[in-house]
C-alpha cells in the first residue's frame, strides 16, 4: 500500500533460521496503518511464527477481507501470494483456495467488523466445515476505516470516542468457534507477543480449523476511557490462563520446566507444544469446561487469554470430501477426462 | 356423443398428464415418452410442476412428432386427467375433437364433460383396488396401469414397454414382474371394454436415428466432469439443484482414483450463494476449475463477488439456471430473464461472457469449453440455461469428446519462466489481446508473487488511485472482452429460401420452437433469415446480420426484451429496427407463438406476401 520502497539490504551478522532465511525474508510493505496500531503489532508476531517455524514464506497463501485489519497481509510475507478479497467473505475464498491446493499453508486474517457482522455467516460455516487454516481476528471492537462506530464485538455499556454508549449484546467470537467445533481456539492480545507469537505458530502447525481472537486495540478510535477494547481495559482485565512454547524439531527434555506446570501436547504433525499453566485447573483439552469457564469469566468483566481448547487429533475438510492427497490444481485432462469410450457408454444409456 | 370429429392423427400429437405431485407418477409418464421414442418417434416432453413437496398439480406433457418439431407446441390431445383438483381446467384445455381420459370408478355428471371431445373412462381405481391391498402400491401400480390402457387405446406396441421395465428393473424380477402385470391389467381391460385404438395412434417410424433422451442440467454437469471442473459450490435452488446433484452422481462414478478410491474433485455445499461464488473465486485464483450453479437469487447474491472476479481477473463458471423472476418469481417456471443481469452483473463497469445452448448437446459442449475460457479469459463465464432445457428430458444428437483435447489452462506464468527472468506483471498486457499472465501461488520462492486485491492497481499489481492507471486497466480490460469475441461460440445462420429484407434473432432454449415457426411462417407466405446467437461478446457477424436486414424480429422469453437491449447497446443500432416478439407468462415458447406474433407484425407492416402478390 505504499510507493516508498523497503530497503532490501541484510546485514551481514542477521540471525537465519534453518531454511537460512533472515527475519527480514517474512516482511513485507511498510504498513500505512496508523502509528501504534495494535495490528501492527499482531503483523509482527504472524512474521515471528513463520520465522521461528522456518515455513518457506511463499507456501503460505493470505486470504482478508476488507478494513484495517484485512489490509495487513500486505505488511507480512511479500514473497507469498495474498488475496484481499470482498468485505467479510475471507472464509469461502480460503475454503476454495484450500480445496484447490491443500499442500500451502493457509493464513486468513480478518478483522471483527469482517468476521462478527457482514461475515458472521462466513465465520461460521468455514468453523464448521473445518477447513485447515488459521484464522485470525484482529479485534478493535470498531470501525477504523470508516471512523469509528461500534462493531459487533463492542462489549454491551462501553462507551465511543463521541461518548455513544453501546446497548447492543456483544458477540464473543471465541465462544461461538468452540460452539461450532473449531479444533484450536485461542484469544490473545497485540501488545502481548510473548503470548501471541506462539499461539499463532501452534494454530500454523495444527491441522484442522484453527481460530486465533487477538484483542487489538485501535488508537484512533478506541483507546479511550469507557473502552473495553483499550489498550489500558486489556492490560488490567486480561486473565492469561496459560502460555506456550511450540517445540518442533527440539526435544521438550531440553527445555527447562517446574515439574507439574507444564503439560505437553503433541499435534499431528508431530510438533509439540508446552503449556505453561496459570490456572492450575484449566484444561485445554475440555471443550465444555473452557465454554462454562468463559462464560463465567465475562460475566465478571475478564478477558480470558491463551490456549484455550486443541484437539491434536482434528480432522480437515480434506478428510472429510477424502480428496486425492496431490492437489487438485495440478490435475490434467489425462485424470480428470473420463474421454470418449466412456461417453459413448454414456450416450448408449440415454437411449 | 361428439358434435365435432375426433381429432385423427399418427404420430404428431400431444398428450398430456394432470397429476398429483407425490403420486409417483413421474416415472410411469416418463416411461410413456420412452416408449413411443423406442417406436422411432420422436417425442418433447415437459414437466410443468409447482414449488411444493406434495398434494400440489403437475403435469407432464409429451407431444409426439413424427418430424422431430422438439419446442413446445401448445394446446391439448389427449388429456389424462388423474387429478380432481384440475379437472375442469384440464378438461376446458382439451382441442375440440379431442379425447378424455379419465378414471370412471366414480361416476361423474354429464356437466363435468364437454360434447365436442371423446370421453374414455377406465375404471384405474376399481381395477387397481381389486389386485392390490397396500395403499402405496395401489398408487404406484395405477400408474403402470393407465399406462397399459393408453398403449392400446394409441396402438403402441407393449413389447417396446415392457423392454423399458426390464431394463429399469434389471436383477429386481419381482418388482418388474409385477410392472408387466400391471400393465397389461390395463391393456386388456382397455382392449376388452373400448375401441382400441382412438384416432391418436403411434406407428413404428425411423426418426429419432442414433439421438439420446437427456435432462440439459445432467448433459451441463456431465460437461463440468469432461472439462475438468475439481471444485464444485453450491446451494440448492431450484431448477439448479439438478446441476450438482448430477455432477456429483457422475463424479462418483468417473472421478475416484482406482487405487486409493480417493476423490479427484470437491464438492461443498456452501450455507449460501456468496459462499457458493467465494469458494469458487478462492479455488479458481489457485489454479483449480471450479464452478457453482444456481438460478436468478443466486445471481442477484453473487453480484459482488462477480465484480471481483471481472475486476482482479479470477477464472469462475456460473452455470445460472434461469427461472421466471423478478425476486422470487415463479421458481418452477421457465424464462431467459437474466440477461442484462449477467451481462452486466455487478456496480461499476463490468461486462461478463454467457453462453448460450440451445439443448443439453450444446450444454455439453459448452460447460465443457467454460473452463477453457474462464481460465483463457481469467473472468467469470456464464453458461445460461433454462429450466426448460435444465429439467426436461430433451431428444439431441450424442456427446462428444475428442480425446486428443488438452485443456486450455491459459496464460500462467511457471516457475521455470520465472527461473528464465521472464517480466511478470500480474496485470500486464504483454500479447496486445488484453490478456495478463498470472501465477499459482506457491510457485517460486522470491518471484512471481503479487497481491490480489479488488482495488485499483497498476499493471504490476501495486495499489494505485492514479486516474491514468486506473484508466489504462479499465482500457485493457475493454480489449480482452474484444479477444473474447473470437473465443466464443459463433452466432448460427440460416438464410430462407428466397432473398429478404426481414431477419430473426433467437437464443437458448427458443431454438426448437423457432425452427418450427420458420415453416409456419413460411406456409403464410413470410420469408425470415435467421441467427441464433450463442454468446456474448457478440461476434462481428451479429453486426452484418443487423446490416443486412431492414427489420430484425428478436424472440426471447421475458417481458423486457433483454437480449434486445443489449444488441441495441454494444452495437449501437437503431431500436426501432429490432422488433420484439416476447413470451414469458412461464411457459415454454411456442412455434404457434412465434408465428402468430412475427406473421401479424410482418402484415402489420404491410408487407404483402410473395405469394398473394403473384397470384
Redesign the interface.
Known amino acids: 500500500?505504499t510507493?516508498i520502497a523497503k530497503p532490501k539490504f541484510h546485514h551481514p551478522g542477521l540471525k537465519k533460521n534453518d531454511l537460512g532465511y533472515t527475519h527480514r525474508d517474512y516482511e513485507g510493505k511498510i504498513s500505512t496503518l496508523c502509528a501504534g496500531c495494535g495490528h501492527d503489532s499482531i503483523t509482527a508476531s504472524i512474521i515471528e511464527a513463520c520465522y521461528e517455524l522456518s515455513i518457506?514464506?511463499?507456501?503460505v497463501?493470505k486470504?482478508s477481507g476488507i478494513g484495517c485489519s484485512s489490509k495487513t497481509?500486505?505488511y507480512f510475507l511479500?514473497?507469498?501470494?495474498?488475496?484481499?478479497?470482498?468485505h467479510g467473505?475471507m472464509?469461502?475464498?480460503?475454503?476454495?483456495?484450500?480445496?484447490?491446493?491443500r499442500?500451502?499453508i493457509y493464513l486468513g486474517v480478518s478483522g471483527d467488523g469482517d468476521s462478527a457482522s457482514i461475515g458472521f455467516?462466513?465465520f461460521?460455516?468455514s468453523i464448521r466445515?473445518g477447513v485447515n487454516m488459521t484464522y485470525i481476528v484482529e479485534n478493535n471492537g470498531v470501525y477504523g476505516l470508516t471512523k469509528g462506530q461500534f462493531s459487533a464485538t463492542a462489549d454491551r455499556g462501553s462507551k465511543s470516542k463521541k461518548g455513544v454508549t453501546n446497548t447492543d449484546n456483544a458477540i464473543d467470537l471465541v465462544a461461538i468457534a468452540l460452539q461450532l467445533g473449531a479444533t484450536f481456539v485461542a484469544r490473545s492480545f497485540s501488545g502481548d507477543k510473548t503470548q501471541l507469537v506462539p499461539l499463532i505458530a501452534a494454530a500454523i502447525r495444527h491441522k484442522g480449523a484453527s481460530f486465533i481472537d487477538v484483542i487489538s486495540p485501535c488508537i484512533a478510535f478506541n483507546n479511550h476511557a469507557g473502552s473495553t477494547k483499550s489498550f489500558d481495559y486489556v492490560r488490567e482485565h486480561n486473565d492469561a490462563v496459560n502460555r506456550l512454547d511450540v517445540l518442533v524439531g527440539r526435544d521438550p527434555i531440553a527445555v527447562d520446566y517446574a515439574p507439574g506446570t507444564v503439560q505437553l501436547v503433541e499435534q499431528h504433525d508431530g510438533s509439540k507444544i508446552a503449556l505453561r499453566k496459570i490456572d492450575a485447573d484449566y484444561d485445554p483439552h475440555d471443550r465444555l469446561g473452557a465454554q462454562t469457564f468463559l462464560a463465567k469469566h465475562a460475566a465478571k468483566g475478564q478477558i480470558v487469554t491463551g490456549l484455550l481448547y486443541v484437539d491434536p487429533e482434528a480432522e480437515d475438510?480434506?478428510e472429510h470430501?477424502?480428496?486425492?492427497?496431490t492437489p487438485?490444481?495440478?490435475?490434467?485432462?489425462d485424470?480428470?477426462?473420463?474421454?470418449?469410450t466412456?461417453?459413448?457408454k454414456?450416450?448408449a444409456s440415454?437411449? | 356423443m361428439s358434435d365435432k370429429k375426433p381429432i385423427s392423427s399418427v404420430n404428431d400429437f400431444v398428450v398430456r398428464f394432470a397429476n398429483v405431485n407425490g403420486s409417483g407418477s413421474a416415472s410411469a409418464n416418463e416411461m410413456f415418452a420412452r416408449a413411443i421414442l423406442r417406436h422411432g418417434v420422436p417425442v418433447s416432453p415437459r414437466n410443468i410442476f409447482p414449488s411444493n413437496i406434495q398434494g400440489l398439480p403437475t403435469w407432464y406433457e409429451v407431444r409426439v412428432t413424427e418430424d422431430g418439431h422438439l419446442g413446445a407446441r401448445g394446446g391439448v390431445d389427449m388429456m389424462v386427467a388423474m387429478n380432481p383438483q384440475t379437472w375442469d381446467k384440464d378438461v376446458a384445455g382439451i382441442e375440440p375433437g379431442g379425447y378424455l381420459f379419465y378414471d370412471s370408478t366414480k361416476p361423474m355428471p354429464s356437466t363435468k364433460f364437454r360434447d365436442d371431445i371423446t370421453v374414455i373412462g377406465v375404471p384405474l381405481t376399481a381395477i387397481t383396488n381389486s389386485t392390490y391391498t397396500d395403499p402405496r402400491q395401489r398408487q404406484l401400480f395405477k400408474n403402470i396401469i393407465y399406462l397399459g390402457a393408453l398403449s392400446a387405446l394409441l396402438d403402441m406396441d407393449p413389447k417396446l414397454i415392457e423392454q423399458l421395465i426390464s431394463e429399469q428393473y434389471k436383477g429386481k424380477e419381482k418388482l418388474l414382474s409385477s410392472n408387466v402385470h400391471a400393465l397389461h391389467l390395463g391393456r386388456d381391460w382397455a382392449l376388452q371394454n373400448l375401441k382400441c385404438p382412438i384416432g391418436l395412434r403411434v406407428k413404428k417410424s425411423d426418426r429419432v436415428g442414433d439421438r439420446i433422451f437427456i435432462e440439459g442440467n445432467s448433459a451441463a454437469a456431465l460437461g463440468a466432469v469432461y472439462g475438468g471442473a475439481t471444485v464444485c459450490a453450491w446451494y440448492p435452488i431450484t431448477p439448479s439443484s439438478s446441476v450438482a446433484e448430477a455432477f456429483t452422481a457422475h463424479c462418483k462414478r468417473y472421478r475416484h482414483d482406482a487405487k486409493t478410491g480417493k476423490a479427484k474433485y470437491a464438492i461443498v455445499q456452501g450455507e449460501d450463494e456468496l459462499a457458493s461464488i467465494g469458494i469458487v473465486i478462492g479455488a479458481s485464483w489457485n489454479g483449480a476449475r471450479a464452478f457453482t450453479a444456481t438460478s436468478g437469487p443466486g445471481i442477484s447474491l453473487m453480484t459482488e463477488f462477480i465484480g471481483l472476479s471481472y475486476f482482479a481477473e479470477i477464472p469462475a463458471v456460473i452455470m445460472n439456471i434461469q427461472r421466471a423472476g423478478p425476486s422470487t418469481g415463479m421458481p418452477t417456471r421457465t424464462q431467459q430473464c437474466d440477461i442484462i443481469a449477467c451481462a452486466y452483473a455487478s456496480h461499476g463497469d463490468t461486462k461478463h461472457v454467457l453462453l448460450f445452448p440451445e439443448d443439453p448437446a450444446e450444454a455439453f459442449e459448452f460447460a465443457a469449453a467454460a473452463f477453457d475460457l474462464a481460465e483463457r479469459l481469467q473472468t467469470t463465464i456464464f453458461l445460461m440455461l433454462d429450466l426448460d432445457i435444465g429439467m426436461n428430458h430433451r431428444l439431441c444428437r450424442p456427446l462428444k469428446w475428442d480425446d486428443a483435447k488438452q485443456y486450455d489452462r491459459g496464460k500462467v506464468m511457471t516457475e521455470e519462466m520465472l527461473e528464465e527472468g521472464r517480466d511478470f506483471g500480474r496485470y500486464l498486457d504483454v500479447d496486445g489481446d488484453g490478456i495478463p499472465y498470472r501465477t499459482y501461488p506457491g510457485t517460486h520462492p522470491t518471484k512471481g508473487s503479487y497481491f490480489t486485491r479488488g482495488t485499483s492497481r497498476d499493471r504490476y499489481a501495486r495499489y494505485s488511485e492514479e486516474g491514468s492507471v486506473y484508466a489504462d486497466n479499465m482500457q485493457r480490460l475493454v480489449r480482452k472482452f474484444e479477444t473474447a469475441q473470437d473465443l466464443v461460440p459463433r452466432p448460427l445462420q440460416a438464410n430462407a429460401e428466397r432473398p429478404t429484407k426481414y431477419g430473426v434473432i433467437y437464443f437458448g432454449s427458443t431454438s426448437p420452437a423457432m425452427d418450427e415457426a420458420i415453416g409456419l411462417l413460411e406456409e403464410r407466405g413470410h420469408q425470415l433469415d435467421r441467427l441464433r446467437i450463442r454468446a456474448f461478446p457478440f461476434h462481428s457477424s451479429v453486426a452484418s446480420f443487423l446490416a443486412e436486414h431492414d427489420f430484425v424480429y428478436v424472440v426471447e422469453q421475458n417481458r423486457d426484451g433483454q437480449l434486445r437491449s443489449l444488441i441495441v447497446n454494444e452495437n449501437g443500432i437503431d431500436p426501432v429496427r429490432l422488433i420484439p416478439i416476447l413470451h414469458y407468462d412461464g411457459t415454454p415458447i411456442t412455434a404457434r407463438f412465434i408465428a402468430k406474433a412475427i406473421g401479424d407484425h410482418q402484415d402489420h407492416l404491410k408487407v404483402t406476401p410473395l405469394r398473394k402478390a403473384v397470384s
Open positions: 500500500m510507493y518457506e514464506p511463499h507456501r497463501a486470504i497481509p500486505d511479500g514473497n507469498s501470494h495474498g488475496f484481499n478479497s470482498v467473505r472464509p469461502s475464498v480460503l475454503t476454495g483456495a484450500n480445496l484447490a491446493n499442500d500451502l455467516g462466513q461460521a460455516h466445515r475438510l480434506h470430501l477424502n480428496t486425492v492427497e487438485l490444481n495440478t490435475l490434467e485432462a485424470t480428470l477426462c473420463p474421454g470418449s466412456v461417453l459413448d454414456i450416450n440415454l437411449r
